[in-house]
């Protein structure tokens, strides 16, 4: 099952069928307007045609929107990540092959919900012209978009979703209940069939990438009776925390065989543990995502697998969804993004070396 891409194909050099659309759009606009004013030239007792509003949504003929000119918000649950940064660069390259702005606001970290909350708030109040966003957590941020909804504003969601289907255009993300189900896999593979004690790394209680990466690992252990599962340890995304709770793990288990960390910061910590214990390799460890040092940590040894995703086309497809919902055309209302086990074995394979140089950084 290693090396196993699992969602739709992985995004190439997209030539946008949605701006020849948008440029078509345009030309049929400009002609009703000169068809409108050769009318009134040929009645002189009509008055002047009033000027066509300079607003963030023009509406073509069809009663969809143009795009050109808008600005698209992306809101993160963090900026510092290389996640995040890679994200941001596949909403750039959407919004350029549209013509609209990206404005990219985060909060100061993971855990501050009620900073997510203000930002989506001021950019309801701000009027943007469409939102993508990954929620910090999956119940706290309803409220918020849900006024932003009402407030005309599109919004896609990305990455880690909320508990209600009904606000968001679509969803784009890693099925993450699959993606902990790869881990598992992995890691009890790399153990081989005696077994043994190994803990799961969650990130963040009550984010939803967070929870169902927890419960796809643990669903898929708990079918094999030689692992013991120990108690998740939560990093709150963050590596020093990552680095207290692998240590903490290690002094009362000091016979773990494998260890699972739900994203960046958990794997960068575990194996910073590792590697100064003199363990690495001794105990198997699993992470998500593909920032540089884990790539690093992967090539040494430290780390044995990652379970890659692929945030650029998070990024890329969130905002043309918005695009798609702005024009009033179809959106796909959720989009797995797939999930990519990398090993070794399998680092310098064509489809993996394209995933791993899309990760910014």
Not at 190 to 200: E, H, N, S, T, Y
Not at 244 to 261: M, R, T, Y
Not at 286 to 294: I, K, L, N, Q, R
Request: proline share 6%; aromatic share 4%.
């Amino acid at each position: 099952m290693m090396g196993e891409n699992v969602g739709a194909p992985h995004h190439g050099n997209r030539v946008s069928h949605l701006t020849r659309r948008l440029k078509d759009a345009g030309l049929l606009t400009a002609a009703l307007m000169i068809l409108a004013l050769t009318s009134c030239q040929r009645d002189a007792t009509s008055p002047e045609p009033a000027p066509v509003p300079q607003t963030g949504v023009s509406t073509t003929p069809e009663g969809g929107g143009a795009v050109e000119g808008m600005t698209i918000a992306l809101v993160p649950k963090g900026t510092t990540h290389v996640f995040w940064q890679t994200v941001k660069k596949g909403a750039e390259d959407a919004a350029a092959e549209v013509g609209a702005r990206i404005e990219f606001k985060g909060p100061a970290s993971e855990e501050d919900i009620i900073g997510q909350i203000s930002i989506i708030e001021n950019l309801t109040s701000a009027e943007v012209d469409g939102i993508v966003m990954a929620a910090c957590d999956a119940d706290d941020l309803i409220a918020p978009l849900a006024r932003a909804k009402d407030a005309g504003i599109p919004i896609a969601v990305i990455d880690s979703g909320i508990n209600d289907d009904s606000i968001p255009v679509t969803y784009a993300a890693t099925d993450n209940v699959l993606g902990g189900q790869r881990a598992a896999e992995a890691l009890m593979e790399l153990i081989g069939p005696q077994g043994g004690k190994v803990a799961v790394i969650p990130f963040i209680q009550g984010a939803q990438s967070s929870d169902e990466r927890e419960r796809g690992f643990v669903e898929e252990i708990q079918k094999h009776p030689e692992f013991e599962l120990l108690p998740p340890l939560y990093s709150n995304s963050l590596l020093q925390e990552a680095v207290k709770v692998v240590e903490n793990l290690l002094n009362a288990h000091p016979d773990v065989k494998g260890i699972f960390a739900a994203n960046e910061p958990g794997a960068m910590g575990a194996a910073r543990v590792l590697e100064q214990r003199g363990l690495a390799g001794q105990v198997t460890l699993v992470g998500f995502d593909a920032a540089e040092p884990e790539i690093d940590g992967l090539e040494a040894g430290t780390i044995q697998a990652l379970i890659v995703q692929d945030p650029y086309r998070m990024g890329y497809e969130g905002v043309m969804a918005v695009v798609k919902a702005i024009k009033g055309e179809t959106v796909e209302p959720k989009i797995d993004t797939g999930v990519t086990v990398v090993t070794a074995d399998n680092l310098e394979d064509p489809e993996v070396v394209e995933l791993l140089s899309s990760q910014a950084g």
